[in-house]
C-alpha cells in the first residue's frame, strides 16, 4: 500500500526557514508529479506548490521567491524548501503526489505536518 508520511514541520520565528519532506513508501516506481497544499486556521485548503517529474514548477504569488519545491525520484521525495517565513504562511501543509504503482498512476495525500510562524 503506498503512503505519504510528511516531516519537517514545526514552531519558526518570521524571517526563518523551514524544510518540508514527504516520502513516499510502498511498491511504487516513481513520482510523477508532487505537490504542496495548505490549510490556514479557518480557511480552505489552498495551492503552495507543484512539481512534475520533469522538474516544470508552479508556484502560489504568496510564496514565489521565498518556497522551492524540489523531487528527488531516488529517494522518492518531494521537498518543500521555504525562506523568509511570514505569520501568514502559519497552516497545515499537505503533501500530494501521483505515483506510478502496481495499479498505474494513483493519486496521494499526506497526514498534514503543521507549520507555525511567530511574529
Known amino acids: 500500500q503506498v503512503q505519504l508520511v510528511e516531516s519537517g514541520g514545526g514552531l519558526v520565528q518570521a524571517g526563518g526557514s523551514l524544510r518540508l519532506s514527504c516520502v513516499a513508501s510502498?511498491?511504487?516506481?516513481?513520482?510523477?508529479?508532487g505537490g504542496w497544499y495548505r490549510q490556514p486556521p479557518g480557511k480552505q485548503r489552498e495551492l503552495v506548490a507543484t512539481i512534475t517529474g520533469g522538474g516544470s514548477t508552479n508556484y502560489a504569488d504568496s510564496v514565489k521567491g521565498r518556497f522551492t519545491i524540489s523531487i528527488d525520484n531516488v529517494k522518492k521525495t518531494v521537498y518543500l524548501q521555504m525562506n523568509s517565513l511570514k505569520p501568514e504562511d502559519t497552516a497545515v501543509y499537505y503533501c500530494?503526489?501521483?505515483?506510478?504503482?502496481?495499479?498505474?498512476?494513483?493519486?496521494?495525500w499526506g497526514q498534514g505536518t503543521q507549520v507555525t510562524v511567530s511574529s
Open positions: 510502498g511498491i511504487i516506481f516513481g513520482i510523477n508529479t
Open positions: 500530494n503526489a501521483r505515483v506510478a504503482g502496481l495499479r498505474g498512476l494513483d493519486d496521494y
